[in-house]
């Protein structure tokens, strides 16, 4: 069980690797466009490129997000309480996230495969759209792993204590 949540941890590293080629990537492909719209030379299909890019960087950051606790939460609240409830929060705020990211990632793969069949391509650059939809499915499940993650981990901790 260890080489699987290795796995998935090597997964989540290059995810983010690839979420953040993709942000400078934006910037750069932003800039250009930028100049060459100065100089009457737009980039055709810029706009889209940044949109795909933007729902791949943020989908595929969510994973080490949640691993390194980068999410917003009320700690201020949630650290006057006792221990003991701190948990119990936790483990039900952990069992509501993975029920929600697993149907999400579900849905999110039926969308896929709806949009590949139907042939859905985008308006310029005709790239196909279910492509994104996948790829944010897949970060969508490598998130669903994380949480599952946290759960087995705090229950080892339950067992230990």
């Keep these: 069980m260890a080489r699987f949540w290795k796995a998935v941890q090597w997964v989540t590293e290059a995810m983010k690797t690839v979420g953040a080629a993709c942000l400078v990537a934006m910037t750069f492909l932003t800039c ?9 030379h737009p980039i055709f299909g810029s706009v889209e490129i940044v949109a795909f890019m933007a729902a791949a960087s943020v989908a595929m950051a969510l994973p080490y997000t949640h691993q390194v606790r980068g999410h917003i939460g009320v700690e201020i609240v949630f650290r006057l309480l006792p221990e003991r409830i701190r948990r119990i929060l936790e483990a039900f705020t952990n069992a509501l996230a993975l029920i929600l990211f697993a149907l999400v990632t579900w849905r999110m793969t039926l969308y896929a495969g709806t949009m590949k069949s139907s042939g859905e391509v985008s308006m310029n650059l005709e790239l196909p759209v279910y492509l994104i939809i996948a790829l944010v499915a897949f970060s969508f499940f490598v998130f669903t792993l994380m949480i599952l993650q946290d759960i087995v981990q705090s229950l080892k901790n339950t067992d230990d204590a």
Excluded: E, N
Aim: net charge neutral; aromatic share 22%; hydrophobic share 55%.
């Design 32 to 40: 250009a466009d930028v100049v060459g719209r100065f100089f009457g």
